[in-house]
DNA sequence: CGTAATACG
């Protein structure tokens, strides 16, 4: 049985953690091997184009044993090229055949085009979580033109804007592709999958960059949306997202918590009736108090080089000292007033919240250019060149789509709502392919368009004839905002710390395990609603599956990142903002592996050293689970574990082990409302499972901040590489190694804290679907997009079930990508490159490398 | 505080 792990690590500095990882393990080569890491993918490479070929050595950027690809800042801001900023790069083994590469997603992206109506329209989807919708046009052959794209050459002459635009002088529309040239996505087709590499924008302390954060995040997801209907294949994407989606995705502290839900909601919080009771007496006070500047008493302090400020507040006369010292006074304000805090969104009006790609034969009147090779990098200027620019630049803004209001209402109690959408999908999926199977689509496809799913929109006289039309051109479109904000702090709410500050200063104390239920029960992430948003419409509506919080629903203090300036590491006070997402179609292929182990962090404490010593555990249980197949030895590789895992009902095709996992999953989850097992599971001596107290003692809040902290011990203090009179003790050097001996299968990777302020997160897949192989796959290919080489026509005709199913994707993704990949072939599987994509090379060992990274800067 | 070029996370 074939297996296939895949791993993303934001590594703040490529050239620092590689040599850092060489000098231990002499070739990154040598580190992938030992963590059975066949995909690599790195963010924050801060790597450019020069060092790339100049210091690949350095870089270990070739290798036989691997292919490497990247893509780097090209410039930021439409302003000059930034060098050693962001930068992704993707190392991929030979077990993950590569097909093709692109770092250059948005190329054939548009915001705006020309010449269609509502009439042309085939069926549209809102989303009506943040009202992004989607639509599909059918086109007579000839009809769409690019506009309100204007390339920088002519965008200086172009700067008498015309009317109804509100673009700034200086801040021309430029091309999707110039807008995201940060180097932030790198995507890879693989036989089997398509990975999409993306390191999202950080949108600043003062969320200065959330407007462009929320811009790339949406085209990167009709970029998503593009591939699965282009090449048939599943997405893998992966990355830092800078966004924390779950209240348990940051850490219980800096939950946000809303003063009127607290208070509503008090029941559900697990803590001792008498501080319920308290709490309520206080929140009106609260309330009142916070509300009114006049009670914020602000006194600066004079350090020796720095100061900082204190706060008092005035409760209702009684002046009490709240939390210890702020940097400044906005701070302060932002951290305690309950007004609503908004920022502008500078993008308002000056690009278009829409998304435009085709899907049409080659040779078209619209992209021109005739199908190149994909290492020909002439073919997408001479493609640009014949293109039309409309120099007016007129965009529509989206608001063909009324849908509901924004804000769905949605409990923050784990994600139910992910599992029921999946649970509900699995069933249906089933149902209908088993029909697809039977080539009896019409039926299957007037129920779909019929059940009255709501958001959907078609036009069924179209649909019936879209067959005759040569493009289709698809149109994603986002609300970017209300009124020209964006909502980062919603009224009434506050810091779980901060509220916590309040309390103590009232003479309300709560304990961890208090203030963890808290946070459990009524806490919200961090993150802006937006952001929040966005990866609920890739889970719930898209339907991916994050593979962590999938399988682990319920752990705490779980993070990949942790503020390095402030030691937070060591507190693990972090965020879980590094994801491996999979389209559903992949899910039955993950491994989930041991359920201890995919928690994964394992780190040696004494504890966890003698257990593996004798093999066994603390307890008769940890035995139990060794004897199970705790991977206690040098080599992971061996196949009777592999073999172990996927066959012994860990895996989770296996739906009743799925089941009885998530059972004891859920048996064991802290939210259960039981505050006993949030922090004393490892003391916990009650009659639980043997296996489920080693779950809870190895995923205790004790053990994970042990976790994230342990390998600070390999932290040197003195010098940036431990020379060799500095190598490190044998205990170290234990310690070190130990990450390698426990295999995870989805959690986490401890990386060193000297390596990066986050940490590698893992996933591992089987290659082939476990049951009896596929169902038999159609000899019909699919790949189809602006330079695709199967014409649209004969592509429908030979194959109007997948054409027929087109619109369906809107309705219904996961089945319409199921569909492809179970029934169809895909072009590129056979066919080598795929030209719809194939725009970078692997990094060749050769003196002119970057002739093959100039993609995006060739003459325009 | 660390990476990298003098800003950014």
Redesign the pocket.
Known sequence: MEILQIASWNV?????SCELIKHREVTVAQFLSKLNIDILCLQ?T?T?DS?IENEFRLLDAYSDEYETYWTCCKK?GGEKI?????GLATYVGHKAKIICCCSDPFRNFFFSVDGFSDEDLLVSRCFPRDNSSVSFYALPRGSGHISGVVSNQTAGQTAGQTAGQIRPAGAPLQSVSDLFNEGRVLITIHNQFVLVNVYA??S?CDYN?LDYKMRFLHAVRSKLLELRITTGLPIILVGDL?ISFRNRDVHYLNNVVNLDELQKEINKVSIREDLKQRICKQIPLIIETLNNRDNFVIKKVKGENSESFRLYLNFNGEVKRVGTKFTSMEEIYFFFSLDPVFVEDKYAGVYPNDFFFFLQEPGGDIQGGDVRSGDDEEGDNQRRDNEEWDKEGIFHKGNDHPGDPLHRSETHHGNHEERDVYDSFAEESEQICSHLRKEEAAPIEDYLLHRGRKNVKCNLKKIATHGECRTILCRYSFQSCIDGKYNVKKANTLYLKHLNDILISLGTFLSREDLLNVANAVGHSSSPECCTNFMKNLICEDRMVDTFSFFYPFLNGKFTCWD??K?HRMSNEGSRIDYILVDFVLYARLIKGHSHLYASPVILTDELREWLRRGGGPSEAARDEANNGVVTDDAPNNAAETSNAANTGNSVDNDKAADNDKAADTGNAVDTGNAANTDNAANTDNAAHPRERSYLWVNSPENNCNYANYFNRLRKKAG?IPTEEEALSGDEEDIYHFQFKLRSYIGFIYTSP?LS?HIAVNCTFLTKAKSGGEEKRKQIPICFSGEATIPLRSFCSSAEQYASFLPLYLIDTPLFSGYAFKFLHPLHAHGGTCPSVARAQPHKKTSKITQYFSIKRGKR
């Not at 930034?82 to 962001?86: K, P």
């Open positions: 703040n500095g490529w050239k620092r924050e801060k450019n060092t930021k930034q060098r050693g900023y962001s924008p950080y600043g960059r800078n390095a300036s030691q940036r000297r302020d």
